[in-house]
């Protein structure tokens, strides 16, 4: 038990933590700083004690996940580091998942209400770790390592290091369980629990932890790892301070997050407009078929409402009012991890360039309203893949800023959205022959890194080389993915057509894989994305969303026998409604409308298909210069009867040439024609608004469609009055769900 | 202090930078003047004398005509008071059916009518498409953006706001 106060100036944790809430409550400025006395005495000092700081925890990284790490977290970086204050504010980050930045600075906030100074105490050498999303995190597959730095008696900041883990033992193998539905099917829980002193990780954890996984050698390796870069992070700052002296790293620490929170004001100021800004995303959960568990036996869409206020002094205000309820799913998503998430937006979009710390946490007043998807209150839900609702919901965050952004000038950062970085392959098996018969691997790839990005208002988006939520936009190499899922080796990776979002600028364009199974037993294979809703809040000012997800595998094929005679086998599907599956293939095969599916078992020479994402469009596709289109054709972006249905493009391909060939004349005319079109088949706005008030009135919703309506005007006042007043109905109007 | 020349910037609405001339515009400082010399461009490319106040959308803008402003699009068809939510004038198409989704979308690749249909708002003067949603069925139009140019001109630009 601690006796002594470990705070400043003989105050607990607990109290400085108090204090810092009251005076940027009272002040609006970070701990009261209302003048940057550091940087204004000395701005050279304070530059480079900043980047000492960060070039220090960069450092770590690189070299912990080097020293040991799983592949994922070698291939992709699925890791980052940052240094927090003594009440969990960050200070300075890493590269890397930056997400987790603000995860962890409510892990340490949560230790400190807990009042650990006192039980179980916080010493030197002490290590904490925690994947508990309802205390700071995003989902239980992300592991944090925490530990105190101290100076003398003092505990003068944590550091922290998270790593994104292919397995944690949940009721499927896998990292995104789509079978979790409570707490209890997520895996094995560290509820910031102390794990070892004096530096040191207690044996008996480790032996618990690497029987609570199905991949504990990925495990240890992560530990280490994270433990490594914390402890190297530490050394640092203890160096900074022998060189600097402790006074000017006190100072220093609240002014480099007071600058954060002002720079966050002066871009808002320089780029954007002052006003209020609306978008709408949903995700889909067709469970009704797919669920084992009785309860989890329901199909619902998620609503994700998103009202953002740019307010006259740059600060911005950002609610999720009238978001759905949570449920008996997955995708649960705590309020630490949308706070997380508002703070990587305004890091990609506002921030990049300058001083990334909580600053602009601090800069954003946030509404995720208590009871609803995004901010549940309650631990003993799933929070096995809020990434599920959390990844649209934040398109929407893009597309407000980027109405913003065009109408002040900057239409080069226009980015309507990004391509869902879902459909990461899951399951697992056990080697049933070879070296390493009888041993688990696990299928987890993060080729999700690599997605479409959205057009923006001056170019197309970039093509299957974007992740908006993984710290590097690449696919990976085919060779280290099979290196540890050795039970499904590739039998193909192509671009997929028809998957980027039109526009007069196209969103990127997504791919798609074949994956075999093979020398493996009790396999299990799922995945999840977007199928019967389009990922996130579309396109921008005329530009459609990227294509949809769906599911596509053979069981019992007869692939053995195509081996030996040397026939073809299928390499993709570019066009689902003819398929290549079912032209080359003696198998049974399944297609799915949606993507989202429950663990399905595979046998040895069984074939399943995933699609990765294209982004959505920009503008107007009448109005894409049919050069580009050409370009689309010959790249494989599109194919020929959707260039003809969307950009009016009349096209041949020439197989001497191996080129298509555009008639211009008659695409001329088939433009025409579809803005006739336009004409003939559109509504008045008040025919329109007669037309689906009655899909309403008359009781024509389908019934996921009335559940999100029934959830959200029960959850919101507000939002159940907009509905009403917008469709014209009574003020006791409801929508039931039978 | 950055600053691009009007030929820059005019092919930059346009998309006609190269990559090479576009990625230092990204990655690199904003020019404090851009919002005047896109006003300046703009202005010079319609067709219509009504002073823009902002530009609101690739083919809308916030334009002053009679000491009130107004949505105006390009090609002259005037949607009315700014804020007023402009897609309540616009044509609407709707596609609720899976053979009107599956004109744009290939089979399995667009949503489920059921769960959402795919609305597409045009203006009434030229027919151009001016946005797309794609919501669950009885969802309310979305009122995209609202600002607010009173507080941008005076407060932010610290010039009095036009009429």
């Known amino acids: 038990m601690g006796e002594q106060k470990l705070g400043w100036e003989g105050k607990t944790l607990i109290e400085m933590l108090i204090e810092s809430e009251r005076l940027i409550e009272e002040t609006k400025h970070y701990y009261g700083i209302e003048k940057m006395s550091l940087k204004e005495q000395d701005p050279f000092r304070y530059e480079r004690a900043y980047a000492s700081l960060r070039g220090s925890l960069v450092s770590a990284r690189e070299t912990a996940l080097h020293v040991a790490a799983s592949p994922i977290v070698k291939e992709i970086g699925e890791l980052c580091f940052a240094l927090y204050t003594p009440e969990g504010d960050s200070i300075v980050v890493s590269t890397g998942i930056l997400v987790h930045v603000h995860t962890m600075s409510e892990a340490v906030k949560f230790i400190i209400k807990e009042n650990y100074e006192e039980d179980p105490g916080i010493n030197p050498g002490d290590i904490f770790l925690n994947n508990d999303p309802d205390c700071g995190n995003v989902h239980t597959t992300d592991v944090q390592t925490l530990i105190p730095i101290f100076w003398k008696k003092e505990l003068i900041g944590w550091a922290g290091g998270v790593t994104h883990q292919i397995d944690t033992g949940g009721i499927t193998p896998g990292h995104d369980l789509v079978a979790a539905i409570q707490r209890f099917d997520d895996g094995v829980y560290y509820t910031c629990r102390k794990i070892g002193s004096n530096d040191k990780i207690w044996k008996d954890h480790m032996i618990n932890a690497r029987r609570s996984v199905r991949t504990p050698m990925y495990w240890e390796l992560d530990e280490k790892c994270r433990l490594a870069g914390d402890l190297m992070i530490r050394d640092a700052v203890l160096d900074f301070i022998e060189r600097e002296g402790i006074d000017y790293y006190k100072r220093f620490i609240r002014e480099a997050i007071e600058e954060g929170r002002v720079i966050v004001e002066k871009r808002v100021k320089e780029r954007?407009?002052?006003?209020?800004?609306?978008?709408?995303?949903?995700?889909?959960?067709?469970?009704?078929?797919?669920?084992?568990?009785?309860?989890?036996?329901?199909?619902?869409?998620?609503?994700?409402?998103?009202?953002?206020?740019?307010?006259?002094?740059?600060?911005?205000?950002?609610?999720?009012?009238?978001?759905?309820?949570?449920?008996?799913?997955?995708?649960?998503?705590?309020?630490?991890?949308?706070?997380?998430?508002?703070?990587?937006?305004?890091t990609q979009i506002l921030i990049y360039g300058d001083k990334v710390n909580d600053g602009a946490y601090f800069a954003v007043e946030k509404n995720y309203p208590l009871g609803t998807w995004c901010n549940p209150g309650?631990?003993?839900?799933?929070?096995?893949?809020?990434?599920?609702?959390?990844?649209?919901?934040?398109?929407?965050?893009?597309?407000?800023?980027?109405?913003?952004?065009?109408?002040?000038?900057?239409?080069?950062?226009?980015?309507?959205?990004?391509?869902?970085?879902?459909?990461?392959?899951?399951?697992?098996?056990?080697?049933?022959?070879?070296?390493?018969?009888?041993?688990?691997?696990?299928?987890?790839?993060?080729?999700?890194?690599?997605?479409?990005?959205?057009?923006?208002?001056?170019?197309?988006?970039?093509?299957?080389?974007?992740?908006?939520?993984?710290?590097?936009?690449?696919?990976?190499?085919?060779?280290?993915?099979?290196?540890?899922?050795?039970?499904?080796?590739?039998?193909?990776?192509?671009?997929?057509?028809?998957?980027?979002?039109?526009?007069?600028?196209?969103?990127?364009?997504?791919?798609?894989?074949?994956?075999?199974?093979?020398?493996?037993?009790?396999?299990?294979?799922?995945?999840?994305?977007?199928?019967?809703?389009?990922?996130?809040?579309?396109?921008?000012?005329?530009?459609?969303?990227?294509?949809?997800?769906?599911?596509?595998?053979?069981?019992?094929?007869?692939?053995?026998?195509?081996?030996?005679?040397?026939?073809?086998?299928?390499?993709?599907?570019?066009?689902?409604?003819?398929?290549?599956?079912?032209?080359?293939?003696?198998?049974?095969?399944?297609?799915?409308?949606?993507?989202?599916?429950?663990?399905?078992?595979?046998?040895?020479?069984?074939?399943?298909?995933?699609?990765?994402?294209?982004?959505?469009?920009?503008?107007?596709?009448?109005?894409?210069?049919?050069?580009?289109?050409?370009?689309?054709?010959?790249?494989?972006?599109?194919?020929?009867e959707i260039v003809f249905e969307v950009y009016g493009v009349i096209s041949d391909y020439d197989k001497v040439k191996e080129e298509w060939i555009i008639n211009r004349e008659a695409t001329l005319k088939r433009r025409e024609k579809l803005y006739s079109e336009r004409k003939a088949k559109s509504l008045s706005f008040d025919e329109f608004w007669e037309y689906e008030k009655k899909k309403i009135v008359e009781k024509k919703l389908s019934e996921p469609v009335n559940r999100m309506y029934s959830e959200s005007m029960q959850l919101s006042d507000k939002w159940a009055k907009q509905f009403r007043e917008f469709w014209k109905l009574p003020n006791d109007f409801n929508l039931e769900v039978k | 202090m950055v600053e691009y020349d009007k030929k820059t910037l005019e092919r930059l609405i346009t998309g006609?930078?190269?990559?090479?001339?576009?990625?230092?515009?990204?990655?690199?400082?904003?020019?404090?003047?851009?919002?005047?010399?896109?006003?300046?461009?703009?202005?010079?490319?319609?067709?219509?004398?009504?002073?823009?106040?902002?530009?609101?959308?690739?083919?809308?803008?916030?334009?002053?005509?009679?000491?009130?402003?107004?949505?105006?699009?390009?090609?002259?068809?005037?949607?009315?008071?700014?804020?007023?939510?402009?897609?309540?004038?616009?044509?609407?198409?709707?596609?609720?059916?899976a053979e009107q989704i599956n004109q744009l979308y290939p089979k399995y690749m667009g949503s489920d009518p059921e769960w959402e249909e795919i609305r597409e708002y045009f203006c009434p003067g030229c027919f151009i498409l001016l946005d797309v949603e794609t919501v669950p069925p009885g969802y309310p139009t979305i009122f995209n953006f609202l600002p607010d140019i009173d507080t941008f001109y005076e407060k932010w630009l610290n010039r009095k706001a036009p009429g």
């Open chain 1, 272 to 346: 954007l407009i002052p006003g209020r800004y609306r978008a709408a995303a949903f995700f889909d959960l067709p469970m009704k078929k797919e669920a084992w568990q009785p309860r989890a036996k329901i199909d619902k869409i998620t609503n994700e409402p998103l009202e953002i206020i740019v307010k006259e002094d740059g600060g911005i205000s950002l609610s999720f009012e009238g978001a759905s309820g949570p449920g008996a799913n997955p995708m649960n998503c705590a309020k630490g991890a949308m706070e997380g998430g508002q703070w990587v937006l305004l």
């Open chain 1, 378 to 640: 309650d631990p003993y839900l799933s929070y096995q893949s809020p990434w599920g609702n959390l990844i649209p919901a934040y398109t929407g965050m893009m597309k407000c800023l980027s109405y913003g952004l065009f109408a002040r000038g900057f239409r080069e950062e226009v980015v309507p959205g990004y391509g869902f970085t879902g459909d990461g392959i899951q399951g697992g098996g056990i080697y049933s022959t070879g070296p390493l018969e009888g041993q688990r691997w696990a299928l987890s790839t993060f080729e999700i890194s690599g997605q479409g990005l959205g057009a923006s208002a001056v170019r197309d988006g970039l093509n299957y080389g974007y992740a908006m939520w993984n710290p590097e936009a690449d696919l990976g190499d085919v060779e280290t993915w099979e290196l540890f899922q050795g039970g499904v080796p590739y039998l193909a990776r192509k671009v997929k057509p028809n998957t980027a979002g039109f526009g007069k600028y196209r969103g990127g364009a997504g791919f798609a894989g074949i994956g075999i199974t093979a020398f493996s037993k009790e396999v299990d294979f799922f995945g999840a994305r977007d199928g019967l809703v389009f990922h996130g809040s579309g396109g921008m000012h005329g530009g459609y969303p990227n294509a949809t997800g769906y599911r596509l595998y053979a069981k019992n094929t007869n692939l053995q026998e195509i081996f030996q005679n040397q026939e073809d086998y299928p390499l993709g599907d570019p066009d689902p409604s003819n398929g290549e599956f079912e032209k080359l293939l003696k198998a049974d095969i399944v297609r799915k409308p949606y993507c989202s599916i429950f663990p399905v078992t595979f046998e040895n020479y069984d074939l399943f298909y995933h699609t990765q994402s294209g982004g959505p469009g920009y503008g107007d596709p009448l109005e894409r210069k049919i050069d580009s289109v050409k370009k689309d054709l010959d790249e494989g972006i599109y194919t020929k």
């Open chain 2, 16 to 97: 006609d930078l190269t990559w090479n001339e576009l990625k230092p515009i990204i990655s690199g400082r904003k020019d404090t003047n851009r919002f005047d010399m896109i006003l300046k461009i703009l202005q010079e490319r319609v067709q219509w004398k009504e002073k823009i106040l902002l530009p609101l959308h690739e083919h809308l803008y916030v334009v002053s005509k009679n000491g009130k402003r107004i949505v105006k699009c390009d090609c002259g068809y005037e949607f009315g008071d700014y804020r007023e939510n402009w897609k309540t004038k616009c044509r609407v198409r709707v596609r609720d059916s």
